[in-house]
């Protein structure tokens, strides 16, 4: 059975600050990493992709990735209010045939950004 | 900026009721998807298509579900003969073809809600 696990939280963190959300996932043959971020009641947003080991920045938002550890991160400074949702971990997980494969989702985390 | 878009936004039907659920994908996107969201829970992929043809189905996907894509713009997804479980959150995604983006962008979402 393929996973993709996530704290789900509450995160609780004051405005200003650094959130720190983290993904582990089962299938050590995956090849690509999302980050949606969710409002209630609304779909999910694309905030990052990564596929390489390392670290991918985009403006407050920094992804990580380490596949020998099968582990993802996002960090997300200067924390603002308005980035209070739930964070959805996703990985792609391809089959043989090149197909371009169906995302499995981690549970979320909520965030909660206090002013 | 290109979007998926989603009709319609809410349905309410009763047990047993056909549904048709409908979706237009970003237009130079080949790659379609479904999947939903149950109150509380994860997303979960329900099935791919590509190249007028089912990719890929996860075991959601049985024989009350199909999918169509009945001309150049429109995908949808039909349920037979509804049940009080599929009350959920369908999201419709859409990516790039073979060797491109994988990222799947997904539409507002259709409610349903089986009485």
């Known amino acids: 059975q393929k996973e993709v696990e996530q704290n789900s939280g509450p995160l609780s963190v004051p405005e200003g600050a650094i959130a720190s959300l983290n993904c582990t996932y089962s299938d050590r043959g995956s090849q690509s990493f999302f980050w949606y971020r969710q409002y209630s009641g609304k779909s999910p947003e694309l905030i990052m992709s990564i596929y390489s080991n390392g670290d991918k920045e985009d403006g407050r938002f920094t992804a990580q990735l380490n596949k020998a550890s099968q582990y993802v991160s996002l960090l997300i400074r200067d924390s603002q209010p308005s980035d209070s949702a739930t964070y959805l971990c996703?990985?792609?997980?391809?089959?043989?045939?090149?197909?371009?494969?169906?995302?499995?989702f981690g549970k979320g985390t909520k965030l909660s950004v206090k002013p | 900026e290109p979007e998926v878009t989603q009709t319609p936004s809410h349905q309410v039907t009763q047990m047993g009721q056909e549904v048709i659920l409908r979706c237009v994908p970003i237009s130079n996107h080949l790659y379609f998807y479904w999947y939903r969201q149950i109150l509380g829970q994860k997303v979960e992929f329900l099935v791919s298509f590509y190249n007028n043809e089912i990719s890929e189905k996860s075991e959601i996907f049985d024989d009350q579900f199909s999918v169509e894509r009945p001309d150049g713009s429109n995908f949808t997804l039909k349920i037979r003969s509804t049940k009080l479980e599929d009350s959920a959150m369908y999201f419709c995604?859409?990516?790039?073809?073979?060797?491109?983006?994988?990222?799947?962008?997904f539409g507002p979402g259709t409610r349903l809600l089986v009485l």
């Open positions: 995604a859409s990516s790039e073809g073979p060797g491109r983006d994988e990222t799947q962008y």
């Open positions: 996703a990985v792609n997980m391809k089959w043989y045939g090149g197909s371009q494969g169906n995302l499995i």
